[in-house]
């Protein structure tokens, strides 16, 4: 089983930037796609971006030019770089991995963290 702890998150004015990181533990030999999600209060959860192992990246729309995902395979890590933070930026951000394989031999996908919330408000 993948444990995923997201941390970074915080109050922000404006304009400004936060980073924020997730660390996925257990017994992992290698995940496949780590990305961030992002609820706002009384919408969906929506992707903010993604990238795989190889890495290949995605981005929504809102936030291209302004967000950077990467990650560290060697520490089963993944970091969104958001700057020129905006208040609709404001929402609780998830991490996510999917397709893990474990030493075991076995497979997982579709794991989430607990979310760190995001606010940007002057």
């Known amino acids: 089983q993948v444990q995923l702890v997201e941390s970074g998150g915080g109050l922000v004015q404006p304009g400004g930037s936060l980073r924020l990181s997730c660390a996925a533990s257990?017994?992992?030999?290698?995940?496949?796609?780590m990305g961030w999600y992002r609820q706002a209060p009384g919408k969906q959860r929506e992707l903010v971006a993604n990238i795989t192992r190889i890495p290949t990246t995605h981005y929504a729309d809102s936030v291209k030019g302004r967000f950077t995902i990467s990650r560290d395979n060697a520490k089963n890590t993944v970091y969104l770089q958001m700057n020129s933070l905006k208040p609709e930026d404001t929402a609780v951000y998830y991490c996510?991995?999917?397709?893990?394989?474990?030493?075991?031999?076995?497979?997982?996908?579709?794991?989430w963290g607990q979310g760190t919330q995001v606010t940007v408000s002057s």
């Open positions: 996510s991995a999917d397709r893990v394989w474990y030493y075991s031999g076995t497979y997982g996908y579709d794991y």
């Open positions: 257990g017994s992992i030999f290698m995940i496949y796609t």
